[in-house]
Nanobody, 123 residues
Framework: QVTLVESGGGLVQAGGSLRLSCVAS????????VGWFRQSPEKEREFVMS????????YSADSVKGRFTILRDNAKMTLYLQMNNLTSEDTAVYYC????????????????WGQGTQVTVSS
């Protein structure tokens, strides 16, 4: 069982940056692939980025390549999402998730989820 708590969301102007954090507890964080998903109103939850247990390999959705960076600090049991050059299309609730499979975009392949943090980008 892993508990995940996101923070760092907020309101930002288009072109701006935000850094999201996700702190894990009650589990062995370093044994899980972790990633970020997002969901905007009336849309399905979509994959953003993920990183392997060691942090050595990353997988990204095309829509965020070159703008978002995913990092993990296993000693702090924390996952980060650095988001740069934000656009209104990035407005969504962002969720961190933990699972055992890398290279997948499927919501069903992740076992544990945080409660989400809202990111709103104004144009």
């Amino acid at each position: 069982q892993v508990t995940l708590v996101e923070s760092g969301g907020g309101l930002v102007q288009a072109g701006g940056s935000l850094r999201l954090s996700c702190v894990a507890s009650n589990g062995n964080f370093r044994q899980y692939v972790v990633g970020w998903f997002r969901q905007s109103p009336e849309k399905e939850r979509e994959f953003v980025m993920s990183v392997t247990e060691s942090g050595n390999y990353r997988y990204s959705a095309d829509s965020v390549k070159g703008r978002f960076t995913i990092l993990r600090d296993n000693a702090k049991m924390t996952l980060y999402l650095q988001m740069n050059n934000l656009t209104s299309e990035d407005t969504a609730v962002y969720y961190c998730a933990a699972g055992k499979k890398f290279g997948t975009r499927s919501v069903g392949d992740y076992d544990y989820w945080g409660q989400g943090t809202q990111v709103t980008v104004s144009s």
